[in-house]
């Protein structure tokens, strides 16, 4: 179970969720095994992970990865002047955050530097870009019923 609650900060009160504990692990694994385990326990939780840094470690640059929640950070609205003024953005400065560390054996380990988000979870995670993909299966499905005019 989730624990959620609301927090006051200053004035006003501030929701806060902390899902740190889903993301301890003391397992190293490689690149890609870490970013599937991580996008598996962020789905069971119902919220979406994005890559916020990534770097292989060429030239003089350390490696690193950092993974955010998908609402982190804030819009960036664009210049021009559209036609509904009232659009808005799914961000809300959440502040979750992991990173992946390497190690001298290749192998990549997690550290949980902020494990609270300040917004609900999504009941369902059909409408996101990410976890609305379709995975492999699928996608060889689609294109057998299209093959075979089925609408």
């Known amino acids: 179970m989730i624990e959620s609650s609301y927090v006051s900060k200053g004035d006003a009160e501030v929701y806060s969720i902390n899902v740190s504990k889903y993301f301890a692990s003391e397992k190293k694994c490689d690149r890609e095994e870490m970013i599937n385990w991580v996008y598996c326990q962020a789905r069971n ?41 009232d659009t808005n953005s799914g961000k809300c400065s959440c502040p979750f955050m992991l990173r992946g560390y390497f190690s001298a054996s290749k192998l990549r380990s997690l550290s949980n530097i902020s494990g609270f988000h300040n917004h609900m979870m999504e009941p369902k ?16 499905l689609v294109v057998e019923v299209t093959r075979n005019m089925v609408k």
């Open 125 to 140: 995670l059909e409408g996101h870009m990410l976890t609305g993909r379709l995975n492999p299966k699928e996608k060889v």
């Open 45 to 85: 939780v119902r919220f979406t992970i994005v890559t916020n840094k990534s770097n292989s470690g060429c030239g003089r640059r350390k490696p690193k990865l950092v993974l955010d929640c998908e609402r982190g950070g804030d819009y960036k609205g664009i210049k021009k002047i559209l036609k509904r003024e």
